[in-house]
Every structure is written in structure tokens, then in C-alpha cells.
């Protein structure tokens, strides 16, 4: 069941007060609503509430249909997409694209972005304070969309989506809720590509997206 207005208002408002206080005032400064998209992503290009700031080539607030029903969510920029400013754009991009396309969308028809907005250094997984420093970005980006399903890619976005403590093999497959909206979590594709002799994986991550497919309709 959705949340009432008044109960993702309030939630939301914790997540921006978070930011806020980390000087993100351009969130909550006289405002009675949300951020625009536009305002989001100019913050994210210009965030330096943490250290990966100084490390970056570029920010990545993600790309996409912004009224799509379908959203993926990774963890972070690699290297091409710290090059390129845009999210999933490397090998583990192009096999994203394969997925979407075989799931009967457009690669321009739904939305793509990470938990973490700036590149790690060596491509390492975001610590727990870069995830709380950053999410309130993807917090607001989520309730802007508004989307059926979000597709958690990895560990570190079905943590934050579906925090708990069993490992992606006892949660991926499964349908969550998120503020009313259905979690899928399943495979980054960067391990599907580090596993590419394992044929079970590909079976795993396309019998999460069937789901996704049949939920929305798609099968």
C-alpha cells in the first residue's frame, strides 16, 4: 500500500534536512515542495559534500525518461562514466542496454542512475558515509519519477532500497516495496560480466526481469 502524502513528505523532509545541514540548502531553502530535476542535477555537478568530489572527472546525476515507470539504480561511476558524465556507459553499460532492449524498452525510455554520484577511487564499492552523504539525491530524484518498479543493480542500492542483512542471492528474484513503489533487486552487470562462463547468472538476472516485464505488463 502507498504511503499517505503526508508520511513521504515527511520522510523526504528528513532526507533533505540531512543535506541541508551539509550545506545543500538549494533543497529545502523557502520551499514547500520538491527540487526540479534541473535544480537536482545542477546541485549533483556541483556537490562537494564529500571527498570523492575531489577525485572526480565528473558527477553523474543520471539520464533518462524522467516520467518513465521503470527506474535502475546502480552504485556508482566507473571510469567511463566519470570520462563521459553519464551512467552505465563502459561494458557493464552496453550489457545494461541488451537487458533493456530485451525487456521491450528504449534505452532513452526509462532512467538510469547510481547511489553515488561521483566515482570511487580504483572503482571501489562506496562506503556506508558517501551512500548517506549522496542517497538524498537519489531520494529526491525517485520521488520526482514516481516509477512502478525500481531495478536495484548490485549490492549497495538493494541495501539502501531493501536494507537488511540476507545477501543479494536470498533477495534478488524477489519483489520489495519502497514507499509504495516494487523493488526488483537483482545482478550488477559488471559481476554477470566478471561470471561470464556462468550461464546460471544470465538465467538468474533474466528471470528478475521477466518478473519486471509481467509486472509492468511488458509479457
Known amino acids: 500500500m502507498r504511503k ?5 513528505a515527511a520522510d523526504l523532509e528528513n532526507r533533505l534536512s540531512w543535506l ?9 531553502a523557502g520551499r514547500a515542495s520538491l527540487p526540479s530535476f534541473a535544480e537536482i542535477e545542477a546541485q549533483v555537478l556541483s556537490c562537494r559534500l564529500c571527498s570523492l568530489s575531489r577525485l572526480r572527472t565528473h558527477s553523474v546525476p543520471g539520464e533518462g525518461n524522467k516520467r518513465t515507470e521503470i ?15 553519464r551512467p552505465f556507459v563502459g561494458r557493464a553499460g552496453q550489457l ?12 532513452e525510455e526509462v532512467y538510469i542512475t547510481n547511489v553515488v554520484k561521483c566515482r570511487p577511487p580504483e572503482n571501489r ?3 556506508p558515509d558517501e551512500v548517506k552523504t549522496c542517497s538524498p539525491y537519489l531520494a529526491a530524484q525517485i520521488e520526482l519519477i514516481a516509477p512502478r518498479v525500481i531495478v536495484t543493480l548490485g549490492k549497495v542500492p538493494t541495501d539502501y532500497f531493501v536494507p537488511g542483512r ?7 528474484g524477489r519483489f520489495f516495496e519502497y514507499k509504495g513503489i516494487q523493488v526488483m533487486p537483482t545482478y550488477h552487470p559488471a559481476y554477470v560480466i566478471r561470471n561470464e562462463g556462468n550461464k546460471e547468472i544470465k ?8 518478473q519486471v516485464m ?3 505488463g511488458k509479457k
Not at 527506474?71 to 558524465?85: H, I, K, N, S, T
Open 20 to 28: 541541508s545541514e551539509l550545506g545543500a540548502d538549494f533543497l529545502t
Open 4 to 8: 499517505r502524502n503526508s508520511e513521504i
Open 125 to 127: 564499492t562506496p562506503n
Open 214 to 216: 509481467k509486472f509492468l
Open 71 to 85: 527506474v535502475f539504480v546502480g552504485e556508482a561511476p566507473g571510469r567511463d562514466e566519470d570520462l563521459q558524465g
Open 166 to 172: 540476507a545477501s543479494m542471492g536470498e533477495r534478488r
Open 96 to 107: 545494461l542496454t541488451k537487458i533493456i532492449e530485451a525487456m521491450k524498452f528504449k534505452r
Open 203 to 210: 538465467r538468474m538476472v533474466w528471470d528478475d526481469m521477466q
